[in-house]
């Protein structure tokens, strides 16, 4: 299959990277949300069957403003991830739904019960006994940590392919190295979202203050889980390669800098856990538990931001690189051209004074928009746009030496001049005229750059203590 099979959208200054990670953080934080909901309220359902006082009263109100919510969103945004990814990561979606369609079709039957539960719980849940309740939200929660468990076992193995890359099996790419300490993590987080929030509403229910003790108390209970996230972290740290994991020690500033970032803010939401709500037994109002979640919510999109990371440069480990080339196919694109056969018109096409600066056009939307826009978000024209010729040309062939998140350049040598030629023009502010480059003595150095880059992805250097 050719790389330029599937057209790519344009997010304009937007990455693409960018695009697909916001909404992703945003889903998970909500599904996660929703999955610990489901704790919450079966948890509750049985205090409540038990007689314990005002948990009833509880159930109602978090179900109405909170689970609802999250699961509408939680939902609404499920869906966006979809039409976001197969715009942003075509071939990428695509090689995940051929090795997983099964597990994903099961993914959506635990998702469309978890859906009908909640619905029943909703339209009669005031009507039923207790016991029935109880049933109704153990089907919903069950449901609910179901989808979280299917789709864990195929986003794991897009960082820790484990040993399916040697044999394709279906069960060894599931169950991968990463499966147990993620699945495990995020129930967790699940939980302690499901706890906050529970705090917060019944922080803002019309009781008194010792019967808001007594449930805070009981609602407390599910923040327990957090205990086990700093161990279940280094136990995920510990299962990713090497490579990725030199990412999060030092070996990238910014991953680094996120990783200390969800750490702390994990530990400041267990200390004030800890102190706050057991030991010295405070109220969280409604501005400190609204603080909290964002706490949460940032401790999440940090992780995300890590976990998506340290795959750089691949979105499957592997098996494709971030712009969607599998690196067995870097040597023939070499060879033939990478944008060759791309039949997709460019956008603007008009604006190129020339046939060079139109290659270069297409080249940098197969191979670096996923990460790089022209001149918006990580502007290819703000960090090579000031580098002289010479220095753009050297960079861009020995691209994974350049700097080792980015794949080797696929392409041959007037590829590479194209792409310098566009930045250089881009840069001085597109010009109607614009001298072509090809003088074979240029050309020629290039290739003798690009074939002392090889054709391989650079492991990120492990940081000597
Ligand atoms: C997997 C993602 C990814 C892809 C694909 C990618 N890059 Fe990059 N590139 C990065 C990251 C991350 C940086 C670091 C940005 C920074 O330092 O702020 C970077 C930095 C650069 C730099 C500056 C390097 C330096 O030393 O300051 C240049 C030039 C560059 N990229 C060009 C390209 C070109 C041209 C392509 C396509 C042929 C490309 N990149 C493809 C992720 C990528």
Redesign the pocket.
Known sequence: MEPTAYPVNDFGPAMR?MVIGAVGILHVFLAQFAIGGGFVMTYFQWLAGRGVPDARRFLDSFFTYLVLISFVTGAMTGVAMWLTTIQVGPRTIGLMVDEFHWIWATEWCCFTVEIVAGYMFLRFGARLPDRVRLRLLAIYSLASFGSLFWVNGILSWQLTPGAWVGSGDVWAGFFNPSFWPSLLYRTAVASTLGALAAIAIINAMDLDRARKHALIARAARLLVPMAAMPLLGLWFVAVIPADSRAWLTGG?V?MSMFLALAAGASLLLGAYAVVGIWWRRMFVSGATAALLLALAFGATAAGEFVREGAR???TIRQVL???AIAPGEVARLRRDGSVTGDPYPLRDAGRYPTEQLALGAR??RL??????TMKGA?A?VH??GG?SIEQ?RL??AK?QQ??A???P???PASE?EA??QL?RWEASGAPRQWPVSDDPAVLAQIAGWLDAAGTSATPPQVRKP
């Not at 191979?367 to 790089?372: D, F, K, S, V």
């Open positions: 990277g990238s910014a750089k440069p691949y690189f971030s712009n080249v940098v191979q670096c928009l996923a990460c790089h990580n290819l960090l090579g580098w753009l960079n861009i691209l350049t700097k998140f980015m794949p350049f696929a392409g590479v792409v310098a930045i």
